[in-house]
């Protein structure tokens, strides 16, 4: 009898992983034509100053993360360490870092897969290590008693989350939110984020099993794309773009499966996102999570898109304000 439910659970467990190994080998990544689901002309604006050099902080595996420091004047300034979002880089908030300043000492760093200097371009070592890289930041960057912010935007956001619902969550005393990615089955969702990611399903679906039973060896293969506009990657800086995530790059920059419990564990936090996001339902924003925490700020501005909610005047209000809560 015994021999027999062994079978039976082994031929189960085989029979389930060939269904994940053919639904990973019947999906391959494509090359998509540049997409305009997203407006980055405001992210592209050539009318700044020229950005802050980067600089590099060293991690605990060695890698050297490339990082913006904007100091502050201020004695008693808190550290804003602000995490951009899917495939683009740190120079995205030189603008607002510039202007936020005045109250924090602010850190942006290109998380590794990204930027100039990506390591591997659009992957990592293992799901959590964003996590640590950021705990490996903080540490380096804070001074003894020092407040610590941890902001993103839209995926970065997303990372905030997760980063609060684990284990370094003590390192941070609150969160900036700017249109954060919740989850793709959040009611915050648009489908595919307005047009601007291709997830590889089948891919996604046959990874997950493996990785319910602990099978990770598989997790570099890429499973999103995204639609980068031609502007960018003809540009100036489209050799820095990143157009493709793995699996472990893409699960780790996202809160976990339960996102509402990531949720619950923020500090203190303000989020701020505009009307006319073309990725996400805005409006949707607080009523999905103030049924999980009552920590939060919520701040719509009119008529601003999801990339051009990073330099919206209104955005740099609402965060100086926050910061001096602090």
């Given at each position: 009898?015994?021999?027999?439910?062994?079978?039976?659970?082994?031929?189960?467990?085989?029979?389930?992983?060939?269904?994940?190994?053919?639904?990973?080998?019947?999906?391959?990544?494509?090359?998509?034509?540049?997409?305009?689901?997203?407006?980055?002309?405001?992210?592209?604006?050539?009318?700044?100053?020229?950005?802050?050099?980067?600089?590099?902080?060293?991690?605990?595996?060695?890698?050297?993360?490339?990082?913006?420091?904007?100091?502050?004047?201020?004695?008693?300034?808190?550290?804003?360490?602000?995490?951009?979002?899917?495939?683009?880089?740190?120079?995205?908030?030189?603008?607002?870092?510039?202007?936020?300043?005045?109250?924090?000492?602010?850190?942006?760093?290109?998380?590794?897969?990204?930027?100039?200097?990506?390591?591997?371009?659009?992957?990592?070592?293992?799901?959590?290590?964003?996590?640590?890289?950021?705990?490996?930041?903080?540490?380096?960057?804070?001074?003894?008693?020092?407040?610590?912010?941890?902001?993103?935007?839209?995926?970065?956001?997303?990372?905030?989350?997760?980063?609060?619902?684990?284990?370094?969550?003590?390192?941070?005393?609150?969160?900036?939110?700017?249109?954060?990615?919740?989850?793709?089955?959040?009611?915050?969702?648009?489908?595919?984020?307005?047009?601007?990611?291709?997830?590889?399903?089948?891919?996604?679906?046959?990874?997950?099993?493996?990785?319910?039973?602990?099978?990770?060896?598989?997790?570099?293969?890429?499973?999103?794309q995204f639609r980068m506009p031609q502007v960018v990657l003809d540009g100036?800086?489209?050799?820095?773009?990143?157009?493709?995530?793995?699996?472990?790059?893409?699960?780790?920059?996202?809160?976990?499966?339960?996102?509402?419990?990531?949720?619950?564990?923020?500090?203190?936090?303000?989020?701020?996102?505009?009307?006319?996001?073309?990725?996400?339902?805005?409006?949707?924003?607080?009523?999905?999570?103030?049924?999980?925490?009552?920590?939060?700020?919520?701040?719509?501005?009119?008529?601003?898109?999801?990339?051009?909610i990073v330099n919206a005047p209104e955005t740099a209000a609402v965060i100086?304000?926050?910061?001096?809560?602090?």
């Amino acid at each position: 009898m015994i021999g027999k439910v062994l079978i039976f659970v082994g031929t189960s467990i085989l029979v389930t992983l060939l269904i994940a190994v053919g639904l990973i080998l019947s999906q391959r990544p494509t090359d998509l034509p540049p997409g305009d689901g997203l407006n980055f002309t405001g992210t592209l604006d050539t009318d700044r100053p020229e950005p802050q050099a980067l600089s590099s902080v060293r991690m605990r595996d060695g890698y050297e993360v490339q990082v913006r420091f904007y100091p502050s004047l201020q004695d008693d300034a808190p550290l804003l360490v602000l995490v951009h979002g899917s495939g683009w880089h740190g120079m995205q908030f030189d603008g607002l870092a510039r202007q936020l300043s005045a109250t924090a000492d602010v850190v942006v760093p290109d998380l590794r897969g990204h930027g100039t200097q990506p390591g591997r371009r659009g992957d990592i070592d293992y799901i959590d290590q964003f996590e640590d890289d950021l705990a490996d930041l903080i540490t380096a960057q804070a001074k003894p008693g020092q407040k610590v912010i941890l902001g993103g935007h839209s995926s970065g956001g997303g990372l905030v989350v997760r980063f609060a619902g684990g284990v370094h969550r003590d390192l941070i005393d609150g969160a900036v939110l700017l249109a954060p990615f919740l989850k793709h089955n959040a009611p915050t969702m648009r489908p595919d984020a307005g047009g601007w990611s291709n997830p590889l399903l089948r891919r996604i679906i046959g990874l997950s099993m493996l990785n319910t039973v602990k099978i990770t060896a598989l997790n570099h293969l890429t499973i999103m794309q995204f639609r980068m506009p031609q502007v960018v990657l003809d540009g100036p800086l489209g050799d820095t773009a990143t157009t493709r995530y793995s699996y472990r790059l893409n699960t780790g920059f996202a809160p976990r499966g339960d996102y509402l419990g990531d949720v619950a564990k923020l500090p203190p936090f303000v989020l701020i996102a505009g009307t006319a996001d073309e990725a996400f339902v805005a409006t949707a924003y607080e009523a999905s999570l103030s049924g999980a925490t009552d920590k939060g700020q919520y701040v719509l501005v009119d008529g601003v898109g999801h990339l051009d909610i990073v330099n919206a005047p209104e955005t740099a209000a609402v965060i100086e304000g926050f910061l001096n809560e602090f």
